[in-house]
């Protein structure tokens, strides 16, 4: 039987609902903000926001010499709402479901992470 491990991260955002939906969900905006570290950047973002739509976010060390593609399949859209998602590019005995909320009143970004398979300790491989 599967084990799931479920993971929420949250974050206040100091900008109206519209601003941050755009901030989210923008390839211009995604390129600037898609990255772990300042070492890193994301020199390319495809994003077809609808439901059964695909986003692949290229993500590479600024020096270029190591990268790699983080990509899925949005599995529900409601503009200025919700985001939920797959990703496809997990090793196959894993699954991953994501839903990004956003809450009208003070624009609060709710991840919640729904894994099935085994999390390694250097982090999701």
Not at 34 to 47: G, H, Q, V
Not at 67 to 87: A, H
């Amino acid at each position: 039987m599967p084990t799931f491990t479920k993971i929420t991260v949250s974050v206040m955002v100091n900008a109206s609902l519209t601003q941050t939906w755009k901030a989210f969900t923008s390839i211009s905006s995604i390129v600037q903000w898609n990255f772990a570290s300042a070492d890193w950047c994301c020199p390319k973002a495809i994003n077809d926001l609808r439901d059964g739509g695909s986003f692949n976010y290229r993500m590479e060390s600024v020096d270029h010499k190591h990268g790699f593609d983080f990509y899925g399949t949005y599995t529900k859209v409601v503009p200025e709402n919700r985001i939920d998602y797959t990703l496809d590019d997990v090793l196959p005995d894993h699954h991953i479901d994501i839903k990004q909320i956003m809450i009208h009143s003070f624009c609060l970004v709710l991840l919640v992470l729904i894994i099935q398979g085994r999390l390694l300790k250097a982090g999701m491989q």
